[in-house]
């Protein structure tokens, strides 16, 4: 309607020009009549303009979403690290000399004491001096029986008896000495909980071949970062689990930070102590993980980690107020990730009983019309 008007503006404005009696240049005619054009037809084109205001606005719009509300509850700042297990007391039985085992005297999972013989080696190898201590000892042990006889008899002086014995006692110490090197013993009572070679295996010093701990308690041995370590302090709570169970989760707590880094990874070990199972399920050398407490916080505001959206630097969630959708700011603490979906401590911004959107708040904006699914 408006392009019509002008054209018929523009038609009486030329009629007008051609009928005057003045002398007008055709040139200057024309362009007249086209700046003439121009700017009324400019004018038709803003009539009509929608608002900016209203564009994308529907007010009949009505957005479905899940909500929860804003509760007081304990919560607590975890972090899993991934660790080694080992016995409360472990040793690891190893061969001081190269040579053959003849005899293997235990099974996995047996208890032994202090001193049982677990693995035998060869006594009559080359590399074994067993057999050459024990012709000695006995020889010098029978010269040190006829020496008593003598000074029995009154026959030698204390000093010649008190030479034998001396040579006998050595004897005795070589004997032993060599005797350990092909009697493989036990320093701990515990349980066997691993061995690593067989009967006929030639072995060689320093080769753990079997190993025994006391795994009624346990030690978790896992590293930390430099930023981390500061956080961590003796006596703080660790939950032991395996994946493949974590019903099994034992309870333990911290009793060792380093305070010096390793050189390779330049990270902090730590170990904690925690109790096994009825059925001593956790074994040394297996991997397991452990969520560690780094601080708690009790009867605080919390809402679900998966409600909050960030915009910039800034936290914000959708509450709801008579059905309609209103973003707020939020200022957060704590969370803990432990629980599913994750919670998250608020320290700003929202109110015990706030009804917030949990799902649905990607289509929402200040103002939206929402129906709650439950």
Known sequence: MTFEINYRLFFTITKHLINMKTKIHLNSLIILTISVLLFFNGCGKDEGKENPDKVGTDLNVVVPVSITTAELKDISSKKTFAGSLEGI????????????????????????KTGDIVIQLDKTGQSSQFLQAQANLNNVEKEL??????????????????????????????????KNTVDLVSPISGRVTA?????????VPGIDLAVVAEIEQMIIKFNVSETEVQDFIIGTDVFIYSEFDKNLMQK????????SASFEARSFQVKAKFPNTKDNFYKPGMFVKADVVLQSKKNVLTIPTTSITQQSDDNFVYIIKNNLSFSKKIKTGLSDESVDGGLTE?????????????AGMNNLSDSTKVSVVK
């Open 346 to 358: 608020i320290i700003e911004g929202l109110s015990r009983g706030d009804t917030i959107v949990i």
């Open 252 to 259: 333990g707590k911290i009793t060792e930070i380093n305070r």
């Open 89 to 112: 007391k472990q040793s690891k039985i190893v061969a001081r000399i190269p040579e053959r085992i003849t005899a293997i005297n235990v099974n996995v999972g047996d208890f032994v």
């Open 145 to 178: 029986n006829r020496m008593k006889a003598l000074f029995k008899e009154g026959a030698i002086s204390q000093q010649n008896l008190d030479q034998v014995q001396t040579a006998y006692d050595i004897a005795k110490a070589n004997f032993e000495a060599a």
């Open 195 to 203: 061995i690593n070679v067989n009967a006929g295996d030639w072995v």
